[in-house]
């Protein structure tokens, strides 16, 4: 080491060895590289925000003073305490693909395709970005991929961690195809989490306890009907968030459209009285979302919105975790205990059919369906009255 000057760096002769570094003892990092042929370069060594050794050449000497290489080296290093990346930067200037446009790309032309296409943008923003935000894409590594689901994992969300990884595999697959990468870093990692099979199913005691509870609970008054409305119809929590006025007949049939309904099929769930009651105490609409957002009412909630109401009243309604699809299986087995056949409750539920005969059978089961949840209206009321039932069961 020694402080590096005009003088100091003419008066250096070539190695025997390929290269020699002179470091410079003011500037930490900054060098002068002399090569055996003789050409002299600036160089200067940087660890990057995640702790990872770079190198990058700044000018050889004699295009730059020393003071003026070093002046430059200091730059360099202001942007990277400011979370810059001086080489992807450079790689950027000459065609590479940094990570935050590979992302942006899968948002603009996966995520608008895809029905969960708003979960995966939300998760690339929040998990994502901030990480790899400003690096090339071909630069996150398997090790980086590991890092970050076990840093998630660690947050005592272990379910996320696992969707974090599948959602990394699916944008680099997305890259592969577009060439905008060569391989895939979440190839053939595996989850950072065991996933146990979700069984929670509310019993009556704790279903009349959460729907008192539910209007105790701080917050917006729709996402606390909406919880409800789940219970009340068995349908999936997104669909619920999603509904729209227009959407419902004047007989009381809902018609989830395709584009929303999870197997792309147009689905008709016909509204017991308990549900219709529900959604007249909404301030309803000839059209739009029943359950407005509150901070842009000319769009639904979010089905993450329901969930973060159950995560923010857990100390007042003082039960056990349950998740709002805790409460569509909920509903579907209390109609299955009360007779309701498995091919009912399946189209019910909105299942798909992979059968053979599926292909046959164009019965709509309306009026099954009406049958069965209508009988699960009125056990819910009386559950949530606190009534012996007078439902009877119904036959399979």
């Not at 500037?27 to 050794?53: P, W």
Request: net charge positive.
């Amino acid at each position: 080491m020694a402080k590096l000057t005009k003088r100091l760096i003419d008066s250096l002769k070539a190695p025997r060895e390929p290269f020699a570094l002179i470091w410079d003892d003011e500037l930490g990092g900054f060098c002068v590289r002399i090569m055996a042929s003789g050409i002299k370069t600036y160089l200067l060594d940087y660890r990057d925000r995640h702790g990872r050794q770079h190198r990058i050449k700044i000018a050889r000497h004699g295009v730059l003073t020393c003071e003026e290489a070093r002046n430059q080296a200091k730059q360099i290093l202001a942007g990277i305490a400011k979370g810059g990346d001086p080489i992807a930067e450079r790689e950027t200037a000459r065609g590479a693909v940094t990570f935050r446009t590979l992302a942006e790309d899968y948002i603009r032309f996966r995520c608008a395709e895809k029905k969960s296409g708003p979960e995966d943008a939300r998760m690339i923003r929040r998990e994502l970005l901030p990480h790899w935000g400003r690096r090339l894409a071909r630069d996150v590594s398997r090790r980086d991929v590991m890092t970050l689901a076990d840093e998630i994992k660690k947050r005592r969300a272990p379910v996320m961690a696992n969707r974090t990884l599948s959602l990394i595999r699916r944008l680099y697959n997305f890259g592969l195809d577009r060439e905008l990468v060569e391989s895939n870093p979440a190839a053939r990692v595996k989850p950072p989490a065991l996933e146990k099979s979700r069984e929670r199913v509310l019993d009556n005691a704790e279903i009349k306890a959460l729907w008192h509870g539910l209007d105790k609970l701080p917050g917006f008054p729709g996402t606390r009907l909406a919880l409800k409305l789940i219970l009340a119809t068995a349908q999936r929590p997104g669909e619920i968030a999603a509904l729209r006025w227009e959407e419902i007949d004047a007989e009381g049939v809902w018609t989830i459209p395709a584009e929303r309904a999870k197997n792309g099929r147009a689905h008709r769930v016909p509204l017991s009285p308990l549900a219709l009651k529900l959604l007249h105490s909404l301030e309803a609409g000839k059209e739009g979302p029943a359950f407005p957002s509150p901070l842009d009412p000319g769009r639904p909630i979010t089905r993450a919105s329901l969930a973060h109401l159950l995560n923010r009243g857990r100390e007042i309604l003082a039960m056990e975790h349950f998740t709002p699809h805790d409460l569509r299986r909920t509903a579907g087995s209390k109609m299955s205990e009360m007779g309701v056949s498995r091919l009912v409750l399946s189209r019910i539920l909105n299942h798909t059919d992979k059968g053979i005969t599926s292909v046959y059978d164009r019965h709509g089961y309306d009026e099954e369906k009406r049958a069965a949840i209508e009988a699960w209206g009125a056990k819910l009321s009386d559950i949530v009255a606190g009534r012996k039932s007078k439902v009877l069961p119904l036959v399979r």
